[in-house]
C-alpha cells in the first residue's frame, strides 16, 4: 500500500508528457515519468520515494516502438523485459534481460526503467554500452537522437523535465557473436554479483562491459582484452589492476572474490 496520494497522467504524444512534467515541476508538484514503476512502486511502499503526480509513458507511441528503421533496431523506452526477451531479435539483449528479476516481474519492468532506474545494476545497458546505438531524448527542443554513451555513464544523464524516448542499435551489431555470463551469491534471478557482456566484430577488438563489479556498469578496456603481445593470465591480471579502483565489496561478495569471479568470466581475443 502507498501511503500518500499522487496525480496520474497518461498522455499520448511526446509534447504532451514534456509540458505536464514542466508545468507540474514548475508548480512544485514532484512529478515522475512512468512505464512499469515496478522500482517506484516499491520504494513508496516503503517510503522511500515520494512524488505527487506520476506520468505514464505507455501511452505515447514512439515509447513503444520495435521495429528495424533506417537500418537500425528501435526499441521504445516503454517496452518491457519480456517484450524484448521474447522478440529474439538482438540476442545479447534478449539473453540479457531473462535474466533480470523472475518472469513475472519481466512483465512490468521496462527497457526505460532498468537505464533509469536507482537501482545500480541497469543490467539492460550492458549490451547497448557495447553496440553502436544512440538514444533518442525527448527534450525542450523536441526529439533528440545522441550516442547512447553520451547520455549513459553508467545512469542515465538527461536534464530536468526530459525523458528517454527509445534507443536504436545498428542493424548489424544485432547478429554478432557475443557472450553473455551472469554469477549471482544465490539464485539465478538474484542481483548479479557480476554480469558480463561481450561482442565480437571481424578484425576489430572484443568489447566487453561488466556491471556488479562497482557502483555502476563499466566498459571493460578493448586494449587490454585483444592485447595478443601479452599471455592471456597476463592480460587478465592487467585488467583487474585497472578495475581495482572501481571493485566494491557489498552483500554479493567481496573485493576478492569479485575478482576471483571477474578473472574467471572475462573473455579475450
Known sequence: MIAFDFDYYRPTSLEQAYDIYKQLNADNEIPVYFAGGTELISMARVNSREFKAVIDLKGVPECNQFGM???????GSALTLTQIAVSKVFPLLSDTVTRIADHTIQGKITLGGNLAGTIKYREASLPLMISQCTATI????????VPFLDCFNGHLLLKEN???????IDE???????????????D????????????KRENTALRA??????????????????????TIP????????????????DLSGSKEYKEFVLENITPVD
Do not use: C, F, W
Open 69 to 75: 528503421e533506417n537500418g537500425k533496431l528501435i526499441i
Open 138 to 145: 525527448m527534450t525542450e527542443n523536441g526529439l533528440v537522437q
Open 162 to 168: 526530459e525523458y528517454l524516448v527509445a534507443v536504436g
Open 172 to 186: 548489424d551489431e544485432i547478429g554478432l557473436p557475443y557472450q553473455h555470463v551472469k554469477r549471482t551469491k544465490m
Open 188 to 199: 539465478k534471478i538474484d542481483y548479479p554479483l557480476i554480469t558480463i557482456a561481450a561482442t
Open 209 to 230: 562491459a561488466i556491471t556488479g563489479y562497482g557502483d555502476k556498469p563499466l566498459i571493460l578496456p578493448a586494449e587490454t582484452l585483444s592485447d595478443t603481445s601479452v
Open 234 to 249: 597476463d592480460r587478465i591480471k592487467s585488467l583487474i589492476q585497472k578495475l581495482r579502483q572501481d571493485n566494491i565489496a
